[in-house]
Nanobody, 114 residues
Framework: QVQLVESGGGLVQPGGSLRLSCAAS????????MSWYRQAPGKQREMVAS???????DYADSVKGRFTISRDNAKNTVYLQMNSLEPEDSAVYYC????????WGQGTQVTVSS
């Protein structure tokens, strides 16, 4: 059974930081491209950051220079370090694993507010 379990979300003030984690089980983690997406109320889900099996990364323009995606294949975990958070970053953040099949996590809420 495949599971992607996100954690690390919460409430943070503007300018603050959070680190999201996504722990995967039931897949051969190191062959999967892992991504973080987010969806705010009334908006489409959008890609935030992605990291391939070879550790190549890609970011949405809106988060470049503020967010960093990384992976630890030994722990079957992908991370999203989020710095200089803005209210516009508030959303549910989802982890996605893609290789021959795509899997999604259940999401974790991030709220940036004073």
């Amino acid at each position: 059974q495949v599971q992607l379990v996100e954690s690390g979300g919460g409430l943070v003030q503007p300018g603050g930081s959070l680190r999201l984690s996504c722990a995967a089980s039931g897949i051969i983690f190191n062959v999967y491209t892992m991504s973080w997406y987010r969806q705010a109320p009334g908006k489409q889900r959008e890609m935030v950051a992605s990291i391939t099996s070879g550790a190549s990364t890609d970011y949405a323009d809106s988060v470049k220079g503020r967010f960093t995606i990384s992976r630890d294949n030994a722990k079957n975990t992908v991370y999203l370090q989020m710095n200089s958070l803005e209210p516009e970053d508030s959303a549910v953040y989802y982890c996605k694993a893609r290789w021959m099949i795509t899997y999604w996590g259940q999401g974790t809420q991030v709220t940036v507010s004073s």
